[in-house]
């Protein structure tokens, strides 16, 4: 039996150690009660997601660029499966090309969110991400 | 917390000294509840952030089990307590029985006779409560709470600050790279696209530019937070279906001040918001930035920086729109300063091309010409003019000119620089040109005459059939300097598959990646190797530098082919060429080879075919040439 996602757990997808400090200083901040998982690749996402003895996250942060399992291929994996179609995936990227955007898109991202260098926009990026979709139920 | 000291004195200095730094609450809370939670008779400790929308956002409790954020249920369980709490009122004992009323749950969590609690106001409009599950209310307990509550509130009202200051940082950070990107580049539409990317979520929920676009606004990007509402939101606005069509369409203004504003959006796009920014530049209208967002998003009015946002995106519009009006103005006078076509000369292929800077946005003042005098000599010529811009334009259209009319009427190019460099010193003209002619004709026995002139210009170079390269020997004086521009012409003979190359000096100051010159010794390779090429193709491939060297200035180049009388010139059937070609290079001399290397062509172009023979005994040219101008082409050496 699969448990239900945990609204307040948040599993983030990072390589870069700096990028992984800076969401987990910025959502600690705007949203205390969050629970922060961070996987450092995108080769242990599904093991993690399927792991049943852990609670699910409703959440994801996925970078796009990794190396190994990019965000891309990560994107295609989860959607792939379609246990995982309640899991809201927002995409964090320095791209702001059409053609990354309509990828992302059409590979089933909910956001694609621009991931800026300075840490207090950064912040406010995040946050407001979290806030739509912690107010929005997705797909309604 | 230091370990020596769990007095609840020592314990409060340091949660003062916590509150000063703590960026955060969550990092405060391990020393506010493990404090609280070490006082007499203390059971357990929770607090509650409700948000300005009654919700409640943060709860934490502490037992003997440790400290948990959030744990499940309470969050539901302290909602009657909280309601029945006032701000700013004191610590209110209650007895089990009354937590009970309120919130059977959490009353049953407490495992204690009664709760001491109290709620004040926090950041952001919002509310906090604290409270301590005890069997009895010790004064002691009591003055902790409130002192506990003091820090609370003091650390809560900094980070508040702190994070007002931080959403100030945040818009100038955006504007600072929204106005980099739109400073950065020239493709506008491309730019603001990215913007809005910047814009959502930091901002807004969704956002859309439009900008004036053949006399009307349209809409060029639109952003939203969920992917799916975005497509939704560019089809709505796409349609007109939302409350700032009328301002699109010009009929209705009163949209435009700072108030949010219902956003006329279909439901299904889940914005219900926005504020409109109009794009102003030099007193006109360009465009529209909209910030849109949902119902209760709670964000604070980003008015000020959309005001901003637009006036920077408005100018970098107006310098887009123009830099491309300018550099339409730059190409059509160029245009007009260089020959439409080159004329058709029987015996002889001729090219032209013209590479502008990519620097700058100003007319060139390199030219190039040929005029066909009516004995039959062929007169071509590359000139450069000093500089740049309006002024060296004139004097492109003066010399081109002057030099036109008096060869076009049988003036030798040396009478016509003569005429030029007169006209300039009497005229007092302060800029000098340089200038190469080729002067083609008559025909001898042996090739044709070619005579050239170079007054202060890189000599032509001559490209002889069998690949060697070499520069003609003539030399002159700047014309526009001084009177006498002491011409040596240079005379040579061209036969059949010779050519003559003129250019001016930005071709062979191309440097490539290693700095290295075109012209040191790479041009002359290059013209050997290409030679074969049609003149057209040859043309184009020194204007890009070989692939290999930057052509970053104005550059002219004029390449001529001495064919000699064609022997075969006739349009046939693809499949009669092969016998009409190996006749005609029969004629010019049995001994050559077959043009097999042709057959391939023939093969693929089964249409009509325009072929060419030309040369002598010792060496022939084929071209062939498709109904679509594809073409092919060899040469026979005896």
Known sequence: MRPAPDDRLVLVVEDSEVDREAIDRALSRSHPELTLEFLPDGDTVLDRLRDTTRPRPALMFLDLSMPATDG?????????????????????????????????????????????????????????AVDYWNSTEKNS | MDPRSDSW???LHTLWRSAFGALSTRQLARELYTGLLSLPGVRAVFGVRVGADGRVQVTRWAD???????????????????????????????????????????????????????????????????????????????????????????????????????DRQALDALLAEASLRM???????????????????????????????????????????????????????AAGRWAGQALVDGADRSGLDDEARPAGLPPEVGLDTMTIGVLRARGRDVGLLTFFHRRGSGRRNSTRLLRDLASRAALAIDNATLYEQRRHDVVSLQQHLLPAVLPEVPGVELAAGYNAADHTMEVGGDFYGVVDQPGGTVIALVGDVC???????ALTGLARHTLETVLAEGGSPRHALGTLNAKMLRNRISRFLTIATATLGPVEPDGLRLETLAAGHPAPLLVRREGTVHECGCTGRL?????????????????????????????????????????????????????????????????????????????????????GPPVLDRALPSAEVTDAVTAAVRALNPDLPPPEELLAFLAEHPGEIRATVTGDARWARIDLTDANGDQAWTELVA
Do not use: W
């Open chain 1, 72 to 128: 891309y291929q990560v994107l295609a994996d989860v959607r792939a499966d379609p246990a995982f179609a309640d899991l809201t995936i927002i995409v964090l990227t320095s791209s702001t090309t059409s053609a990354d955007i309509d990828r992302c898109y059409a590979a089933g991202a909910d956001s694609y969110i621009y991931k800026p260098v300075n840490f207090a926009l950064f912040r406010t990026v995040l946050q407001g």
């Open chain 2, 9 to 11: 004195p020592d314990r």
């Open chain 2, 64 to 166: 003997a089990t440790g400290l948990q954020s959030g744990p499940p249920g309470l969050a539901e369980e302290v909602c009657g307590l909280v309601s029945a709490l006032t701000s700013g009122d004191p610590i209110r004992h209650l007895t089990l029985a009354e937590v009970t009323d309120l919130s059977p749950g959490l009353a049953e969590r407490l495992a204690a006779a009664g709760l001491l609690v109290v709620a004040f106001d926090a950041a952001e409009r919002g509310q906090g409560v604290l409270g301590i599950a005890v069997d009895e209310p010790r004064p002691e307990v009591t003055t902790a709470l409130a002192q506990a509550t003091e820090v609370v509130i003091a650390a809560d009202h900094r980070i508040g600050e702190q994070r007002v200051l931080e």
């Open chain 2, 183 to 237: 400073d950065a580049s020239l493709d506008i539409a491309d730019t603001l696209r990215a913007v809005l990317r910047m814009v959502v979520p930091a901002l807004a929920d969704g956002a859309a530019i439009h900008i004036r676009q053949d006399g009307g606004m349209a809409p060029i990007a639109a952003a939203h937070v969920d992917a799916q509402r975005e497509r939704l939101l560019t089809e709505h606005l």
């Open chain 2, 387 to 393: 500089g740049r811009g309006a002024p060296a334009a």
């Open chain 2, 479 to 563: 014309v526009g300097v001084l009177a006498d521009l002491r011409l040596r012409s240079a005379v040579d003979l061209l036969r059949p598959g010779d050519l003559v190359v003129l250019f001016s000096d930005g071709l062979i100051e191309a440097r490539d990646p290693d700095g290295g010159f075109f012209g040191d010794s790479e041009l002359a390779r290059t013209l050997g190797e290409l030679r074969a090429l049609p003149t057209a193709r040859l043309v184009d491939a020194l204007l890009t530098g070989s692939d290999r060297y930057h052509v970053n200035d104005d550059v002219a180049v004029l390449a001529i082919r001495y064919l």
